[in-house]
C-alpha cells in the first residue's frame, strides 16, 4: 500500500447540520485511476466510475442525519492508494440550534 497523502479526502471544513448536502472530494495526486471508492467507517458505501478530470471524483450525501456521522476514507478501486481518514460530524438542524441559542440569551 502506497504511503497516505497520495489521494487526498477535502470534506466541508465549516460545520455540517441534518438535512444539509455534503459533498466528499476525492482527488488524487499522480497517475490515472477511473474507478474509486468511498467508505464509512471502513465500509464501502460508494464505487464509481470517474467522469471528467481523472484526478478529481465527487460523492454527494444527501440530506444528511446524525447516521451519516463518522469516519470517511477514498480509495483507487484496487486500494493500492488510500486517504487518510476525515470524521464527518453532523450537527441538529439549524432551526433547533436557534432555539437553544435564544433560550441561552434569555
Known amino acids: 500500500m502506497a504511503p497516505d497523502g497520495d489521494i487526498i479526502l477535502k ?3 465549516s460545520p455540517v447540520f441534518t438535512d444539509d448536502d ?3 472530494c476525492y482527488q488524487h495526486q499522480s497517475g490515472k485511476h477511473k474507478q474509486t471508492s468511498f467508505f464509512k467507517n471502513g465500509a464501502l458505501i460508494d464505487s464509481n466510475i470517474s467522469s471528467g478530470s481523472d484526478r ?3 460523492m454527494t450525501l444527501k440530506n444528511v442525519t446524525r447516521e451519516d456521522e463518522g469516519f470517511y ?3 483507487s478501486y484496487d486500494r493500492q492508494l488510500q486517504s487518510p481518514e476525515s470524521w464527518l460530524s453532523v450537527r441538529p ?3 433547533q440550534l436557534n432555539i437553544v441559542t435564544l433560550l441561552c440569551v434569555l
Open 11 to 13: 470534506t466541508q471544513a
Open 22 to 24: 455534503v459533498t466528499l
Open 56 to 58: 478529481v471524483v465527487k
Open 73 to 75: 476514507r477514498c480509495a
Open 93 to 95: 438542524d439549524r432551526g
